[in-house]
């Protein structure tokens, strides 16, 4: 079991990582709920698949349920309306605390929910997903889509307690696995030569899901978040460093209609991307970048983007929502374990980088 300090500017609470935790959910739960009502929303499908061990693991600590289809779709003002519309027929006041459980949509809403509901009510993070666990459950991060974009409507709030049970991934499907892996080499690269190696040099077992190495890649990921959101609660500038790949990868999910990639898959594009971009400009060398790329591909098959234009993609990363005061910010390597903020990057530049990386993986498939 591992207890992780986040210390942000606004409100400091512990992320716990551990196998099985939600069986004794009460244990860590309780201390934070006191005798306030607890709701648990839940994410309808993950509440079907994993409900029971939360229920069990609450024992005789009372909550009520409310449960909702969600997913990417459905990540919208209008469904967090509904969920509000429900706790307020239960007669859910500004005492209410709400555990978020589901994946990384259903923690944004959630918390965006709790964020919003009275002005504000306590939430916990139980997030079930890789990519929820290692990243969207810990930092604040709230929100729903607008129709121009992901994640565009939000706010800040920070969990009272996120609560991380790793036996969960076992029953997730492989490709989740190898999307949130993905976020995990993103903090290799960014932060951590150590995490990187150990991806790099023991793919297999990470890929067999061996419970002390996944325990392991989790906490060190939650910890470096922790360090990085301690430091730049509302990415005025470190912060930042945690969108290495995304400048592409939010280009790429918008380019395929948010119907082909995963969001990590479309985040381990980016940081190729973002590699070659990187050497083009001179931030990197070859053999570093290198040694990224085959790190990513290794944690694939990543899915084909046969069909996506570079020269169509390069004007929407140009785009990117983290675009401030029309500069672009891309966050490029500089050697494994340090990466730059970079701005001013030409369209040419960006277009060649994006189909350098749609003819890499071409080519290595
Ligand atoms: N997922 C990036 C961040 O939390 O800042």
Same mark, same amino acid.
């Given at each position: 079991?591992?207890?992780?300090?986040?210390?942000?500017?606004?409100?400091?609470?512990?992320?716990?990582?551990?196998?099985?935790?939600?069986?004794?959910?009460?244990?860590?739960?309780?201390?934070?709920?006191?005798?306030?009502?607890?709701?648990?929303?839940?994410?309808?499908?993950?509440?079907?698949?994993?409900?029971?061990?939360?229920?069990?693991?609450?024992?005789?600590?009372?909550? $009520? #349920? +409310?449960?909702?289809?969600?997913? &990417?779709?459905?990540?919208?003002?209008?469904? @967090?309306? *509904?969920?509000? !519309? %429900?706790?307020?027929?239960?007669?859910?006041?500004?005492?209410?605390?709400?555990?978020?459980?589901?994946?990384?949509?259903?923690?944004?809403?959630?918390?965006?929910?709790?964020?919003?509901?009275?002005?504000?009510?306590?939430?916990?993070?139980?997030?079930?997903?890789?990519?929820?666990?290692?990243?969207?459950?810990?930092?604040?991060?709230?929100?729903?889509?607008?129709?121009?974009?992901?994640?565009?409507?939000?706010?800040?709030?920070?969990?009272?307690?996120?609560?991380?049970?790793?036996?969960?991934?076992?029953?997730?499907?492989?490709?989740?696995?190898?999307?949130?892996?993905?976020?995990?080499?993103?903090?290799?690269?960014?932060?951590?030569?150590?995490?990187?190696?150990?991806?790099?040099?023991?793919?297999?077992?990470?890929?067999?899901?061996?419970? $002390? #190495? +996944?325990?392991?890649?989790?906490? &060190?990921?939650?910890?470096?978040?922790?360090? @990085?959101? *301690?430091?730049? !609660? %509302?990415?005025?500038?470190?912060?930042?460093?945690?969108?290495?790949?995304?400048?592409?990868?939010?280009?790429?999910?918008?380019?395929?209609?948010?119907?082909?990639?995963?969001?990590?898959?479309?985040?381990?594009?980016?940081?190729?991307?973002?590699?070659?971009?990187?050497?083009?400009?001179?931030?990197?060398?070859?053999?570093?970048?290198?040694?990224?790329?085959?790190?990513?591909?290794?944690?694939?098959?990543?899915?084909?983007?046969?069909?996506?234009?570079?020269?169509?993609?390069?004007?929407?990363?140009?785009?990117?929502?983290?675009?401030?005061?029309?500069?672009?910010?891309?966050?490029?390597?500089?050697?494994?374990?340090?990466?730059?903020?970079?701005?001013?990057?030409?369209?040419?530049?960006?277009?060649?980088?994006?189909?350098?990386?749609?003819?890499?993986?071409?080519?290595?498939?």
């Amino acid at each position: 079991m591992q207890r992780i300090p986040v210390r942000a500017a606004s409100a400091a609470y512990e992320v716990i990582v551990e196998a099985d935790c939600l069986e004794k959910a009460a244990e860590y739960l309780g201390p934070v709920v006191k005798n306030r009502r607890l709701f648990v929303v839940a994410d309808e499908r993950v509440w079907h698949a994993q409900g029971d061990r939360l229920r069990k693991g609450l024992a005789d600590l009372p909550f $009520e #349920l +409310i449960t909702a289809e969600l997913g &990417e779709q459905r990540k919208r003002l209008s469904t @967090v309306e *509904a969920m509000a !519309e %429900r706790l307020h027929q239960a007669g859910a006041d500004r005492s209410a605390v709400l555990a978020a459980f589901g994946g990384g949509v259903a923690g944004d809403m959630v918390g965006f929910l709790g964020a919003a509901y009275m002005r504000g009510v306590d939430v916990i993070q139980i997030p079930t997903t890789l990519l929820s666990q290692v990243d969207s459950a810990v930092g604040g991060k709230t929100g729903v889509n607008l129709a121009g974009g992901k994640n565009l409507f939000g706010a800040f709030l920070q969990p009272k307690l996120a609560l991380i049970d790793t036996h969960a991934l076992d029953t997730l499907p492989e490709r989740e696995i190898r999307a949130g892996l993905y976020e995990v080499i993103k903090y290799g690269v960014i932060w951590s030569p150590e995490l990187f190696d150990l991806l790099e040099n023991k793919r297999d077992a990470v890929l067999a899901r061996e419970a $002390e #190495l +996944i325990e392991r890649i989790v906490a &060190e990921s939650v910890r470096i978040k922790a360090e @990085v959101v *301690a430091e730049d !609660e %509302r990415e005025g500038g470190l912060r930042r460093i945690l969108n290495y790949g995304h400048t592409f990868g939010h280009a790429l999910e918008a380019e395929t209609r948010y119907e082909l990639l995963l969001h990590g898959e479309a985040v381990g594009w980016g940081m190729i991307a973002a590699g070659r971009l990187g050497e083009a400009l001179g931030t990197i060398s070859h053999e570093e970048r290198l040694r990224i790329e085959r790190v990513i591909l290794a944690y694939g098959p990543i899915p084909s983007l046969e069909g996506v234009d570079a020269a169509r993609t390069a004007p929407r990363v140009m785009g990117d929502k983290k675009t401030i005061g029309g500069k672009t910010n891309f966050i490029l390597p500089e050697r494994i374990g340090q990466v730059k903020v970079v701005s001013d990057v030409a369209m040419d530049a960006v277009e060649a980088a994006m189909q350098a990386a749609l003819d890499a993986v071409a080519a290595s498939s």
